[in-house]
Structures are given as C-alpha cells and as structure tokens.
C-alpha cells in the first residue's frame, strides 16, 4: 500500500478503538487493543544506537515548540483553462520539458521566500520557504501563517486576473474575473517540514544526520545557523500529509506528535 493509505487505515482504526499506540519513536509503534508486549519494545528502530554521541547530546536536549517550515502546497483552478491562456503570454516562459510556467517568485517578508508554478494541469503549485522563521504549530503561529497565505493567494488571484486581461478579446471572455478568488483555506499541502530547534545553542562542530523512514519520509537532525549567527541543533521530519492545510495542522496539533527519534 501507498504510505498515505497505511496512515489513512491507521487512523480509523484508532478511531475504532480497535488499535492503540505503543511507542512512539520518529515511527508510530500500534498494538491491538489490549494486547500489551512482555518487553518492551527498543528506542532503537532506525539503527541509532544509545550510544551514539549524538543519541546522548539531544535525548534530554530542551526543545522550542514544533513548527513547520519550506511548505509546498497545490489547489486546482477551475473551470478555467488557465494554462493556455497564460502559455501564449511572452511574459512568462515555458519550461521546455515539463511544460510548467513560472508565474511568480515574491520575498513575502525577510525570511519568507515564495514561488509560484503554473503546470499543464491547471494546478498551481506554491513553495514557501521559511527555514529561518518556521511557523509554530500554536494559536499565533497558524495566525501568522494564515496572514501569509492570505498575502499570496490575493498577489496569485491579481497575477492571473491582470494576465489574462491582456486585450479586448479576453476582457469580454471573462468579464466576470474580477470576481476569481483562489482561497487558501483549500489548497492541498503535499510537503512540509515540522521539526523543533534546540533552546540552547550548539558550540560544536557542524553535523547533519538523516534516516529514510519511508518513501518521501525522512527524520534529520542537523546544526542549524541562523542570521545572528547563533547555532542550535534542529530536529526536523519530512511529511507528505496530502490533505488542506489546516486540516493537517488541526491533525498535527490534537495527536501532540513528536520528533523524537
């Protein structure tokens, strides 16, 4: 099965109350109901031994609340066959291969980087990267976020509308466009990081460690530096969740998920 297909029958069956978790370790351990283990089960699932240096520098490292960070996410335009409108445009180039359009690249704020990509299929594809300033997963973190979306879907929503009023011919084609709205509060996350960074700083060398959990899945913990120069260690795990963004917010905050490895 597809990983999101494990993990859609994973939740219902908790659901159900036919399965509980067991351990939680970068990957979910479950149990039937009931069924409890004579030993217990090993900390050690992904090969990282106790006593690896690293495994004793962040076992009991304080962390920083989770947060999401470089965010791609997707939303389909609608009766409307956007791409070949825009594909005649000579201000915007056609990728010769995969026939996408690069439609925008916007500094939303100083650490808030957005690109914006038009494909064949009428899907709009947006990726926000914010290394240096992750969104916390609490109330003013999706608050501040949700002011972000709401800044590019409105500069996507007036981009498509000023380039397809290019002449008269499509002025009266869409004399209705100025009513096209691309809500955010649809758009589909197909990837993002969610990690926490260390509250101290990190003195030593630079590092970065990475386990494969899955296809498209990944846990990392590396020595992050930011703009003031400080370093802490950030541990960080890549996720597909495939469903609207709050939604997936919504899930991450009620399952209080963690990134312990």
Request: with cysteine; net charge positive.
């Amino acid at each position: 099965m597809a990983h999101g297909t494990i993990k859609n029958y994973i939740c219902k069956l908790r659901e159900e109350g036919k399965i509980e978790r067991v351990n939680t370790s970068g990957i979910a351990f479950y149990t039937l109901k009931g069924v409890h283990f004579t030993k217990s089960m090993t900390d050690n699932h992904m090969g990282v031994s106790v006593n690896h240096p690293f495994y004793r520098m962040i076992k009991d490292l304080p962390m920083e609340k989770n947060s999401i960070h470089n965010i791609r996410l997707r939303f389909k335009v609608k009766d409307l066959d956007v791409w070949k409108k825009l594909s005649i445009n000579s201000s915007f180039k056609i990728n010769s291969i995969s026939k996408d359009i690069k439609l925008a690249s916007w500094q939303i704020e100083k650490d808030v980087l957005v690109g914006v990509t038009l494909h064949r299929t009428n899907t709009v594809s947006i990726y926000i990267g914010c290394s240096f300033k992750p969104f916390p997963l609490d109330f003013q973190g999706v608050i501040d976020l949700s002011k972000i979306l709401t800044r590019i879907e409105e500069r996507i929503t007036r981009l498509i509308q000023d380039n397809l009023y290019t002449n008269d011919l499509y002025k009266k084609e869409y004399k209705n466009l100025e009513y096209l709205n691309f809500s955010h509060k649809e758009w589909i996350v197909t990837m993002w990081h969610i990690g926490a960074d260390s509250k101290v700083e990190y003195s030593g060398e630079k590092f970065a460690i990475k386990w494969d959990l899955a296809e498209k899945t990944f846990v990392q913990i590396y020595s992050k530096e930011f703009r003031d120069n400080k370093v802490k260690i950030r541990l960080e795990r890549l996720e597909v969740p495939n469903k609207k963004l709050l939604d997936a917010i919504e899930q991450k905050i009620n399952h209080n998920n963690n990134l312990y490895i």
